[in-house]
């Protein structure tokens, strides 16, 4: 039995907003691509590429 049922039902591509701020609880990965100033597609595509939530924001090429 897991002891973060509310996480786990939360959508996969929705990511804890408290990595970036604690003003709320969750905030959509395009929602992040964009105050990162990153396209959406890239950031999926590196955390389907087991990327960190932070590189895969913050890397910029």
Known sequence: MSTNSAEESQPKNNAPLS????????????ELAEIYDIETNIVQKRLKAHWSLEKALTTHN
């Not at 701020?21 to 395009?30: E, F, G, L, R």
Request: net charge negative.
């Open 19 to 30: 990595i970036i701020c604690n003003d709320a609880p969750y905030v959509t990965i395009s």
